[in-house]
C-alpha cells in the first residue's frame, strides 16, 4: 500500500470502531503485523507508512506471554517529550543516558514511549488481558537493524527517528 491510497477496513472492525468509538475516526493507526507495517490514517487515506517490529512470540493478549496483542486500542499516555534520540528509559522514566552505539543490551526502550490502553473488554482490556497493564508501548529501540521483522516481546518497536515523528504527529486519547 502506497501513501495517499484509501484506505479500507473491514465491516467487522468498521462494527468495532463504532461500538468503542462511537464512529470510525478521521485519523487513527493501524498495525499490520503480517507486513510489520505500521500505517498512519487521515480521512480514510494512508498518510504516513512507518515499517515496525511487533513480537517475536506472535499475537496475543495474555498477560506473561510477550506477545503483541490484538484489536481497537489507544494511546493511553505519552513520555520522553523533547528527549534527545537513543535516550534510555526504564519504567518510563527518562535515565539521562544515552544508549551507545555498539552496547550488546537487549531491546532497550528508546527514545519515545506510546503506551497502549485496550479498548476492547475480554480481548486486550480485562483481568489477566490488559494491554495497559502489560506496559505495551511503540517505542523507540536499540535494535534498528532488526525492525521489519518481529523480535520484541510485545510492543511495537520502530527506528527513533520515525517514533519521534509519531510521537509528534499523535495525541493521548
Not at 490484538?70 to 534510555?88: N, Q, S
Request: aromatic letters at 10%.
Amino acid at each position: 500500500m502506497k501513501k495517499e491510497e484509501p484506505f479500507l477496513i473491514s465491516p467487522d472492525v468498521e462494527r468495532r470502531f463504532v461500538l468503542h468509538a462511537g464512529k470510525v475516526p478521521a485519523f487513527f493507526l493501524w498495525v499490520d503485523v503480517e507486513n510489520q507495517r505500521l500505517y498512519l490514517i487521515k480521512d480514510k487515506r494512508v498518510a504516513e507508512i512507518y515499517i515496525v517490529s511487533t513480537s517475536k512470540y506472535g499475537v496475543g493478549n495474555i498477560d506473561g506471554s510477550f506477545k503483541t496483542p490484538p484489536g481497537l486500542h489507544r494511546i493511553a499516555e505519552k513520555y520522553g517529550d523533547g528527549a534527545p534520540p537513543k535516550r534510555i528509559f526504564r519504567d518510563r522514566i527518562d535515565t539521562g543516558e544515552d544508549w551507545q552505539e555498539g552496547s550488546l543490551e537487549e531491546n532497550l526502550v528508546l527514545t519515545r514511549i506510546l503506551r497502549l490502553e485496550g479498548l476492547e473488554e475480554g480481548l486486550n482490556r480485562g483481568n489477566g488481558i490488559d494491554s495497559f497493564e502489560r506496559y505495551i508501548y511503540f517505542h523507540g529501540t536499540n535494535k534498528e537493524s532488526l525492525i521489519g521483522s518481529p523480535f520484541s516481546h510485545g510492543c511495537i518497536c520502530m527506528r527513533n527517528g520515525d517514533v519521534i515523528r509519531l510521537y509528534d504527529s499523535v495525541e493521548e486519547g
